[in-house]
């Protein structure tokens, strides 16, 4: 079975870092296409960054550039969120996912990722 067990998160002041970690299992995750997401109120999830993972390439929303960065460890099958600067609008739960329909090309196709995890949940103070 496919999984993602996010951590990291917790209450940091605005300005502040925090460090996301997804660990996954039940998928090839050297060629994968996987993001991070942020959910704030109801069920609509937001994108916030994807990455494919037999290239490294990202690819990031634009109300997170120059603050938040992925980076993978392959050999860990795990994604991490490093975010910087942090900003109250930034409180969300933040989830990993996954492409279970995956093709190599773009993957800012943010509908298409359909294997969520849980979350983990991210309160910035103002």
């Known amino acids: 079975d496919v999984q993602f067990v996010e951590s990291g998160g917790g209450l940091v002041q605005a300005g502040g870092s925090l460090r996301l970690s997804c660990e996954t299992s039940g998928f090839n995750f050297d060629d994968a296409s996987i993001g991070w997401f942020r959910q704030v109120s109801g069920p609509a999830h937001e994108g916030v960054s994807c990455?494919?993972?037999?290239?490294?390439?990202?690819i990031y929303k634009d109300f997170v550039k120059g603050r938040f960065t992925v980076s993978t460890d392959n050999a860990k099958k795990t994604m991490y969120l490093q975010m910087e600067n942090l900003k109250p609008e930034d409180t969300a739960v933040y989830h990993c996912a996954r492409r279970s329909l995956y093709y190599r090309g773009t993957c800012a196709v943010w509908d298409e990722y359909d294997e969520w995890g849980q979350g983990t949940k991210v309160t910035v103070s103002s």
């Open positions: 990455t494919t993972t037999h290239d490294g390439h990202t």
